[in-house]
């Protein structure tokens, strides 16, 4: 599949991946391709559409993201993770970066697990429970918080906010349509940080990645 995804794009997106990267990201394909026969992880059964709508897009962000978190390590919660995207291609080209997929379905939670073993991904944790259950364990913990279509982007603030540092970062990953989920977005809790568009080789599917952060309140 190597010839697929250079074909594809990744080269385009300048992330100079690794042989072993490419093999990890391919193995990751290949295990949710697997899965999906039987668990129904995600909707896009097709390969070359899986490599497209789900690697690239998931890898998309990581130039945005390298911009913003200049931290050695950063902590980073993926809430409704579902096949692990896009967290695990994330954690598979940046090894340094601690990334937590939180999940509440469990054949998902499974799937996710079994990949986290199979590439030996150390940079990884797994948890089987819902967003506003890990807010309440690990709260303010989060150098960064990031979704791909989990649910509204007020929805995604709400339950991102108990999780985040107080400097903490939010990447939403949306659709063009996305000024009008800003538009019911609190500028008084929130402030928009970067409003980039994705690029996306060779598909005429249009993303933007947001980023936030929590809007210090006055102690006076």
Request: glycine share 4%.
């Amino acid at each position: 599949m190597t010839d697929t995804l250079l074909g594809l794009g990744i080269e385009e997106l300048g992330l100079d991946l690794s042989e072993n990267q490419v093999a990890d990201l391919e193995l990751f394909l290949e295990e949710m391709g697997r899965w999906n026969k039987v668990h129904n992880l995600t909707a896009i059964e097709n390969e070359q559409d899986s490599v497209r709508l789900h690697l690239i897009d998931s890898i998309a962000v990581l130039p945005v993201l390298r911009q913003f978190l200049t931290m050695p390590s950063p902590k980073i919660a993926d809430l409704g993770s579902g096949g692990g995207l896009p967290a695990i291609p994330i954690a598979i080209l940046q090894s340094q970066w601690r990334l937590t997929l939180i999940e509440a379905v469990r054949k998902k939670t499974a799937f996710l697990q079994h990949v986290r073993g199979k590439l030996k991904l150390k940079n990884v944790e797994v948890l089987s429970d819902r967003v506003e259950n890990v807010a309440l364990q690990q709260s303010n913990q989060f150098d960064a918080v990031i979704s791909r279509a989990f649910t509204s982007l007020a929805r995604f603030l709400d339950l991102s906010l108990p999780l985040l540092k107080p400097d903490g970062l939010v990447f939403a990953m949306k659709s063009k349509r996305a000024d009008e989920e800003m538009a019911e977005v609190s500028k008084e809790n929130w402030r928009l940080l970067a409003d980039e568009a994705l690029f996306i080789p060779n598909t005429g599917v249009e993303r933007r990645l947001l980023v936030l952060t929590p809007v210090r309140k006055s102690s006076s």
